[in-house]
Every structure is written in structure tokens, then in C-alpha cells.
């Protein structure tokens, strides 16, 4: 079974790379979830990995991981360190922003803002957005290269 993750409201920037890295990655903001009480049923609920910044909720939840890092990198090498793979997929597999499924277009489809010198175009099956391997992937998997060599 593959390993899916609760993220805290302190870390949704982390949502978003392992989203990237396809990983199944509710975030708790999103799901409007504020008590303690709250995440940590939702992480039992749906057999997710909690990852927080907050040591007493991460103490409280069983099997949480307690990140102490603010900045992204570090955040991902503690992950890494903790033998969670942070590494960006060949093929996208997650909707970064709402964490959906995304599946790929036929070029016929793609938007009219999709840069004309990309082969392969996805969409989200839950909100429509589309996305592209452009600057952004590269900017994301040169982070990610940097946390875990």
C-alpha cells in the first residue's frame, strides 16, 4: 500500500512537493481541519501519515512524524532521512494544488496558455487545472536533487 500523508497547517508548501512526488497528501487547511482532535481522527480515519511541526500533537498521533525545520529543503531532508523516497515521478501523477488525479491530454487539447514547446500536458480530474513540465518541475526537482544526494 503506498504511503499517503496528513499534512499539518504548518507545512503546505510541503503539501505541495509531495503532491508532486505523488503522493497521496491531504492538507489539513484544505480539509478545514484546526483541532488537534480533528487531525488526528482524520489521520486514523483514512490511514495517513501525519506530518506536523507541533511535537505535543506529533506525541499524541500515533505514528506522526514531528518535522522541526520551517524552511521546504530542510523539511524534505528530514523526510528523506526518515526513509520517505522524495523524488519527482517520470510522469505526474497528483494535482498539486488540490491533490487529485491528473492524467495526461491529447495535444489537440491543450490550453492556449500551455508554452507551445511542451510535449505532454496534464489535467486534474477533480479541478480541471492543468499543468506542464516547465520551469516550475525544474525549479522543484533541482530542490529536491539538492536535499537527498
Known amino acids: 500500500m503506498e504511503q499517503r500523508f496528513l499534512v499539518d497547517v504548518m507545512l503546505g508548501k510541503l503539501a505541495t512537493y509531495l503532491r508532486m512526488c505523488g503522493y497521496d497528501t491531504l492538507y489539513a ?11 488526528r481522527e482524520r489521520a486514523k480515519t483514512t490511514g495517513r501519515t501525519l506530518l506536523t511541526r507541533d511535537q505535543t500533537l506529533a506525541a499524541q498521533t500515533e505514528g506522526a512524524i514531528c518535522l522541526t525545520a520551517t524552511a521546504i529543503e530542510v523539511q ?3 523526510l528523506h532521512e526518515q526513509g520517505i ?5 517520470t510522469t505526474p ?3 498539486s494544488l488540490c491533490n487529485g488525479v491528473i492524467t495526461q491530454i491529447d495535444s489537440n487539447q491543450h490550453p492556449n496558455h500551455a508554452p507551445d514547446t511542451v510535449d505532454h500536458v496534464w489535467q486534474c480530474t477533480d479541478c480541471d487545472q492543468y499543468f506542464w513540465k516547465g520551469s516550475h518541475w525544474e525549479r522543484v526537482q533541482e530542490t529536491i536533487a539538492a536535499v537527498t544526494t
Open 76 to 78: 524534505l531532508s528530514e
Open 29 to 39: 487547511n484544505e480539509e478545514e481541519l484546526e483541532a488537534d482532535d480533528a487531525i
Open 93 to 95: 501523477t497528483r494535482c
Open 85 to 89: 523516497p522524495i523524488e519527482l515521478p
